[in-house]
């Protein structure tokens, strides 16, 4: 009674399947995804301090690293990441590793400074059977609220002024801003 009592909360710790045809159990993970992400934060250091790859690399590295320096559990870390198991991480680290052995080779940053790029130009016309992705028409309640502001006097001006000061300011559509309501 007393081993059934110890063992069962033990054993169900262990994994037994990734339930992923070919992905093996890794049994120690977390180490071993520990030594994967040191390993990948001392090999990025050679890409340049100020390149996006080396940014995003390390960012997500280190968020990934403090978790498993965190926690002891293997399910407690998929849980924390939500990227999938423990062994998923593992293929996705080695990976990211090579890749950092690649663009170190490639040197993508190092175009040269005088480095001339030709445009070519096609004034071919479009094939009929390319589609041309144009917008969509406006949905029917925008048109019949911009009608109704439109038709109120002095909201013209207004909108307009909106319109050219959200272009001015550089919002736009990608303020993340709720606009102002004009009052009528």
Known sequence: M?????????MARIKQTTG??????VPNAREVLIGLYSKTLNEI???????GYRKAVESFTNHRLK???E????????????CGQVEELIEE???????????????PWGIPDDHEIEMV?????IPKHVPQHRPLPLPKEFRDTLEALMSQPGMTEKLEALVSKSVKDGAGASSSEEPSKPKP
């Open 45 to 51: 250091q050679k890409v340049p301090e100020d390149e």
């Open 67 to 69: 978790v498993c320096q």
């Open 2 to 10: 007393f081993l059934r009592a110890v063992a069962r909360p033990l």
């Open 93 to 107: 680290a080695q990976d990211e590793l090579k890749l950092i052995g690649y663009m170190i080779e490639w040197d």
């Open 20 to 25: 992923i045809v070919g992905l093996d159990v």
């Open 71 to 82: 926690e002891e559990d293997w399910e407690k870390i998929e849980s924390r990441l939500g």
């Open 121 to 125: 130009e096609n004034d071919a016309p």
